[in-house]
């Protein structure tokens, strides 16, 4: 994420009208107005994804209106959905009204009006309304209303919205189009989750999407030692051979994903000086390694040291680097 805006970067004075200007380049043209005090306080950071791009931001209290003259200045003909992170937030548009908690979803359109009370933050993922492979009609039954993004399309959607916020990889412009494609995927799934369409869903966004919902069901499971292909396949009705082949499309086998994923969740245990004292049979168990002899092979043969070793250097490194042990 790019930092775009810091009001700590302005006179108090000045900081509302910088953010209305960040935000009509970065988002849309939109008019904002103070709530119970003269001094406003926010943070904005963006991450453009090709067509996609996906914000953070947190604010203090305002009023922000959309108007017709402000639409017929400036429409990017977005599509908006936001998660929202924190605080209570108001929402009027398409002649809904949506009162939003935290963790709920929202979609709002740059090209009709709204009108918004807002304290809190967000995060926004938004792109070109004719990249989302729905029918117009369906869309508006969505617009502005409030979403549960704790189920189904709608969790994977804000987990991963939220690991992009949080990530501080530095990412090519080819890594960007992929995960700009990932999250229009992911919204795409989403919306037509709600609207129970979601055999209108392209062939290809749906593997990519079943891909990525196996995936996640995999990391919630990896300390099973007994999870198997059967499993995996059976939770999502599909045929183990079927399972299997959409694992090669991706250049992996499910076994070597699934074990890989496991080595990795025991050598961030072994970096991480807060685990320092727990024995190293006990993470390798905890990931889903029963058998010592086995871990350590595996582990040696992946990171070319023990995984002894690999904790005491990573342990030496932090020292002095100055984190506490």
């Known amino acids: 994420m790019e930092k775009v805006f810091d009001s700590n970067d302005f006179p108090a004075r ?182 129970e369409r979601e055999s209108g869903i392209p062939f290809d966004s749906r593997q990519r999407l079943l891909y990525l919902r196996i995936t996640s069901f995999i990391e919630r499971h990896l300390g099973d030692t007994a999870l198997t292909a059967g499993e995996i396949a059976a939770a999502h009705h599909i045929s183990v051979r079927s399972l299997h082949r959409l694992f090669q499309q991706h250049g992996v086998t499910v076994r070597s994903w699934i074990r890989g994923q496991r080595l990795e969740r025991c050598r961030r245990d072994l970096a991480d000086p807060l685990k320092r004292h727990v024995p190293i049979h006990a993470i390798a168990a905890r990931w889903g390694f029963p058998h010592s002899a086995y871990f350590t092979r595996a582990f040696r043969a992946l990171h070319g040291n023990t995984p002894s070793d690999y904790r005491n250097q990573a342990h030496h490194h932090s020292t002095q680097a100055g984190t506490p042990s």
């Open 14 to 195: 000045d900081a509302l009208s910088a953010w209305e200007k960040v935000t009509a380049e970065a988002v849309m043209p939109t008019s904002f107005k103070l709530i119970d005090t003269d001094v406003f306080r926010g943070r904005f950071s963006t991450m453009p994804l090709g067509a996609v791009q996906v914000s953070a931001m947190a604010y203090s209290s305002y009023l922000t209106r959309r108007t017709p003259k402000l639409i017929r200045a400036s429409d990017p003909e977005i599509l908006a959905l936001c998660v929202m992170s924190s605080g209570p937030h108001v929402i009027e548009q398409n002649r809904n009204r949506a009162v939003l908690q935290p963790g709920e979803l929202l979609l709002i359109e740059s090209s009709r009006p709204f009108e918004t009370c807002a304290d809190g933050g967000n995060i926004l993922i938004q792109f070109p309304r004719t990249l989302l492979p729905l029918p117009a009609h369906h869309i508006n039954q969505l617009i502005c209303r409030a979403l549960p993004g704790d189920q189904g399309m709608g969790r994977l959607l804000t987990a991963f919205l939220t690991h992009l916020t949080e990530d501080s990889t530095s990412y090519t412009p080819h890594d960007a189009a992929r995960l700009g494609t990932i999250g229009l995927d992911l919204v795409t799934a989403t919306l037509a989750q709600f609207l």
